[in-house]
C-alpha cells in the first residue's frame, strides 16, 4: 500500500472516530448484589439476620451453584435490604 494511501486512512479514520472511552468514576454507585459481607458492611446487618430476614421474605437473594456441586455463594439483592429499612424507617415514624 502506498505510503500517501496510509496517511490518508490513518487521518480519515482519526476524523471519524469519537473520543476514547474513559472509565467512570464509582464510588457512589451502590451495586445491585452483594454477598453477606458486603451487606455487613453497608447496612450493618449480621449474618443471622441476613438469613433470617430471607427465610421470611423481607429481603431478596438467591444461591448460586453448579447442579450437583454441593457448596456455591449466596447473593443479597441491596435494593431490597434498603427497602427493608426504609420499610422499618417507616413504620417507626408511624408509631411515634
Do not use: W
Amino acid at each position: 500500500m502506498p505510503v500517501e494511501h496510509r496517511q490518508t486512512m490513518k487521518k480519515n479514520r482519526t476524523d471519524k472516530t469519537t473520543a476514547p472511552v474513559r472509565p467512570g468514576d464509582y464510588t457512589g454507585a451502590m451495586p445491585e448484589f452483594g454477598r453477606v459481607t458486603d451487606v455487613q458492611r453497608r447496612f450493618g446487618l449480621k449474618r443471622g439476620s441476613c438469613y433470617n430476614l430471607l427465610a421470611t421474605g423481607k429481603i431478596k437473594g438467591v444461591l448460586l451453584r453448579i447442579k450437583g456441586k454441593k457448596s456455591g455463594v449466596r447473593l443479597f439483592d441491596l435494593a431490597s435490604v434498603r427497602d427493608f429499612i426504609h420499610a422499618q424507617m417507616d413504620s417507626a415514624e408511624r408509631k411515634s
